[in-house]
């Protein structure tokens, strides 16, 4: 049986590094930047050698999972028809240098692969890929069972998609661990202990156990109950 076509939208850093993991585990890969797919073509053909460029939307139209390897400020230009009833990796994070800073996209209140699902109403989108680094996802691939191999947190609403995602994590060289619901998947994101972190399975398994008691999550848990005691008294 073939391997379903990884597409990639986002050909920086992060979307390379994607590209070249899951080409070496076999899987076809097409990768698209912003604009017409000859303006990257050089860039995939040096650092991602065997992927096809495309159009953004030709990407979402043609793969069968999309990474979203974006800007997270550009989510909302994100094809939306395309991805339609499609399994959609969101490895996506705010950066306020990049993103400009952005009340909507910094609410602890809404984790932004929330905002991703909104957007993409009729995909079916997973946290993946956005924590570790990626020096240390480009290095870290090691074969299932392999002493030290690290792992990488996923997180979304569906068993059936975070399964199928988990199998994608352990393909391509890395222990997947499951850290919750899209609405967890707050716990993946810059200023938790988890982003940036080249850790083994357990190390990532007590993090989210500590996250409600870290700076982060006090902040998180105290914001949501605020809305959520505003939305009761309304």
Avoid: C
């Avoid at 993103?99 to 909104?118: K, M, N, W």
């Amino acid at each position: 049986m073939s391997k379903p076509v990884i597409g990639i939208l986002g050909a920086g850093k992060v979307g390379t590094v994607l590209g070249r993991l899951f080409l070496a585990a076999g899987y076809p890969v097409v990768i698209s930047g912003s604009g017409a797919a000859s303006k990257i073509a050089l860039i995939v053909d040096v650092l991602v050698p065997g992927a096809r460029v495309a159009t953004s939307e030709e990407v979402a139209r043609e793969a069968d999972i999309v990474i979203l390897a974006l800007p997270l400020g550009k989510y909302v230009a994100i094809p939306r028809e395309e991805l339609r009833g499609k399994l959609v990796l969101d490895s996506m994070n705010y950066w306020w240098e990049i993103d400009g800073h952005r009340d909507d996209l910094s609410d602890p209140r809404v984790s932004t692969s929330e905002l991703v699902q909104g957007h993409l109403a009729d995909s079916r989108v997973v946290k993946a890929f956005n924590h570790m680094g990626y020096h240390d996802l480009d290095e870290g691939p090691r074969p299932a069972g392999a002493v030290g191999r690290k792992a990488l947190g996923i997180a979304g609403d569906d068993p059936d998609d975070l399964a199928a995602v988990a199998a994608l994590v352990d393909a391509v060289g890395f222990d997947p661990v499951t850290v919750g619901t899209l609405r967890d998947s707050i716990s993946l994101e810059p200023g938790s202990a988890l982003f940036g972190a080249n850790f083994e399975k357990q190390a990532i398994r007590d993090a989210v156990l500590a996250f409600p008691e870290t700076e982060r999550g006090r902040i998180v848990a105290a914001a949501r109950d605020d809305a959520l005691k505003v939305g009761g008294a309304s």
